[in-house]
């Protein structure tokens, strides 16, 4: 199934409502922007590169709808979009895109929309290759969160090398992080292995020390929203302590992603707004009853910066780029 596709008629877009898996393989069909919004909000659609596709896509739908001044009143939607989510880059990169088109030709954004998704399944692609010339056949792959064709189009980027190798006859061995709060190694990175024919083990988030230890990881994999011109790459919350481990442990840590998620403009980490969830979300959302008192404060970021230090190559669809950073990243 597509991750984000058009209805038929091209008066709303189609997800897999990713909230649902494993267990309920289901899509829905969204036509306001509030809808949209929330689907971006409540990570019914999630992963950088995803997020950036449906926007797109969201947006061009949403501009057949548009009354009175054109360009003003899609700005508006496009800046109600982009407030979703403070920290994926990708997603203000589409839309301003999006909204760069739309000023040119009010009717190209359906055509602009889908080329957004074309070059990402590209870039995947490219991403994967370069990706799995890291590794070789029957290394062990430790992965944080999830960053495989849910993620993206096809393939993936964290996820794509595995994929990748599998469709060419290697075989790795991959421990996937259940990644809390909201489990997407547990519900979607284990699932799309599992699906796939890849040998893949879950492991709490607090294992990840002990398979290190244990030796049985030889590279560790991770995704990311946004990566300054320094280096610094901000991902799912928990992917800086598996940086530091990797680094303890003298196992290398690679962060995939297409170029679109390194932001020049960003100068180091500390510049990257890290988006804060509701506490409800680590206390009483997903449990039948509630794991603390309902007064007990929570501090729920929904993600991390690893410093540049930690990582040993940022592989994009340009290639492996490896230190120093704030050189070869705009090279």
């Known amino acids: ?21 494993p267990n309920d393989e289901r899509l829905i069909t969204l036509r306001t922007k509030e809808e949209m919004y929330e689907a ?7 992963g950088a590169p995803a997020i950036g596709i449906f926007a797109a896509y969201s947006l061009a739908v949403l501009a057949e709808k548009i009354e009175g001044d054109f360009v003003t009143e899609l700005q508006k939607v496009a800046d109600y979009l982009n407030s979703s989510r403070p920290t994926a880059v990708n997603l203000s990169w589409a839309l301003t895109r999006m909204m760069k088109a739309a000023k040119a030709d009010r009717h190209s954004l359906f055509a602009e929309a889908e080329e957004i998704r074309a070059e990402d399944i590209r ?24 960053a495989g064709p849910l993620a993206t189009s096809e393939y993936g980027t964290a996820l794509g090398p595995i994929l990748l190798g599998k469709k060419q006859g290697m075989n790795f061995r991959v421990f996937a992080d259940e990644t809390r709060p909201l489990l997407q190694g547990a519900r979607l990175t284990s699932y799309e292995l599992h699906k796939a024919g890849v040998d893949v083990t879950l492991i709490c988030d607090n294992m990840a020390s002990i398979v290190m230890k244990n030796g049985w990881i030889d590279a ?9 011109a320094n ?9 800086s302590g598996v940086a530091v481990l990797a680094k303890h442990y003298g196992i290398p840590f690679y962060v995939l992603g297409p170029s679109s998620t390194i932001d020049l403009s960003c100068k180091s980490g500390s510049d990257i707004e890290i988006e804060l969830r509701k506490p409800e979300e680590i206390k009483s959302d997903f449990f039948a009853k509630p794991t603390a008192p309902s007064g007990v404060k929570c501090y729920n970021p929904s ?9 040993t190559a940022i592989v994009t669809e340009k290639g492996v780029i490896r230190p120093p950073f704030d050189i070869n990243l705009q090279a």
Do not use: P
């Not at 991403?127 to 944080?144: A, F, M, N, Q, Y």
């Not at 993600?303 to 990582?311: C, E, G, K, R, S």
């Open 220 to 228: 560790c994999f991770v995704g990311c929203d946004r990566v300054a």
């Open 1 to 21: 199934m597509d991750n984000v596709a058009f209805t038929a008629d091209r008066d709303g877009v189609v997800i897999i409502d990713q909230t649902l898996l």
């Open 123 to 146: 870039m995947c692609k490219a991403i994967s290759e370069h990706g799995l010339t890291l590794v070789k056949d029957g290394d062990g792959i430790l992965t944080h969160c999830n």
């Open 40 to 46: 971006i909000y409540m990570l019914r659609v999630r």
């Open 231 to 239: 280096g610094d790459a901000a991902n799912k919350i928990g992917t």
């Open 303 to 311: 993600f991390d910066v690893t410093d540049n230090a930690l990582i």
